[in-house]
């Protein structure tokens, strides 16, 4: 997947699912309404950052989640 550059108003939201050993287990996409989902979903730069900052404090250490 290529790089988006910084000023891109379009993202996806990652949610890496973390083991017990803290290694990546699966990964997950959120979609514009917060549902986790298999596929990957643009949001807007504004909304994805929102979105991950909320889901990462509802996951905790379970996960890792990466606006991408």
Known sequence: MARTPQACPIRLVAVHLLSAAGEISRILWLDAEGHLSSQPHWLPREQA??????QQLVMGSSAEVRVL
Do not use: G, K, Q
Request: charged share 0%; net charge neutral.
């Open 49 to 54: 950052l929102v979105m991950a900052s909320n």
